[in-house]
T-cell receptor, first 112, second 111 residues
Framework: NAGVTQTPKFQVLKTGQSMTLQCAQD?????MYWYRQDPGMGLRLIYY???????DKGEVPNGYNVSRLNKREFSLRLESAAPSQTSVYFC???????????FGPGTRLTVL | GQQVMQIPQYQHVQEGEDFTTYCNSS?????IQWYKQRPGGHPVFLIQ?????EVKKQKRLTFQFGEAKKNSSLHITATQTTDVGTYFC???????????FGTGTRLQVTL
């Protein structure tokens, strides 16, 4: 039981390049989330998926797209990366009561 | 969105000293959660408080929710080097379990 897994762990992109961050959970949870964390700041919600087949914007969705591929997987895509998207990205999934959020290990992204 | 402010931003203590971080909101909170994030790690859920005046303890950690449900605190008694990290408060909103995080308090503990 791995919980929440994310790939890759690290990535360096050039401005304008695209990439997809992958997230998977094996806890059979319905909801999944993408957050970003910038230095000195708390985490901010980018997009979320309350259930398979649904996605919604969070606080900072501009420049991102998401896909809820199935109940296990939720991916985050940067179509044209910008330096402002340099951040640590965390995927999370709450338990069935919606209380305890389980976070993945994070993807550290640098855009040059 | 509605802000959740945390103070202090940073605190450096010697091992054995106590530590407190405060979380304040301008509006009434239905709940408050606390997370710990070790350096280079991911946030780990510690606790959720929902009742006015609620106090919960986990070993050396004491969590409080204010009577007016507009503030909360985390107190660590006799800090250890294993307490190093950033402590975040967060409020859970809506039916979709979205979290709004405070800015965090970074704790450094030295021998």
């Amino acid at each position: 039981n791995a919980g929440v897994t994310q790939t890759p762990k690290f990535q360096v992109l050039k401005t304008g390049q695209s990439m997809t961050l992958q997230c998977a959970q094996d806890m059979n949870h319905n909801s999944m989330y993408w957050y970003r964390q910038d230095p000195g700041m708390g985490l901010r919600l980018i997009y979320y998926s309350a259930s398979e087949g649904t996605t919604d914007k969070g606080e900072v969705p501009n420049g991102y797209n998401v896909s809820r591929l199935n109940k296990r997987e939720f991916s985050l895509r940067l179509e044209s990366a910008a330096p402002s998207q340099t951040s640590v990205y965390f995927c999370a999934s709450p338990d069935r009561k919606g209380v305890t959020q389980y976070f993945g290990p994070g993807t550290r992204l640098t855009v040059l | 969105g509605q802000q959740v402010m945390q103070i202090p931003q940073y605190q450096h203590v010697q091992e054995g000293e106590d530590f407190t971080t405060y979380c304040n909101s301008s509006t009434t909170l239905s709940n408050i959660q606390w997370y710990k994030q070790r350096p280079g790690g991911h946030p780990v859920f510690l606790i959720q408080l929902v009742k006015s005046g609620e106090v919960k303890k986990q070993k050396r950690l004491t969590f409080q929710f204010g009577e007016a449900k507009k503030n909360s605190s985390l107190h660590i008694t006799a800090t250890q080097t294993t307490d190093v990290g950033t402590y975040f408060c967060a409020r859970l909103t809506g039916t979709a379990s979205k979290l709004t995080f405070g800015t965090g308090t970074r704790l450094q503990v030295t021998l």
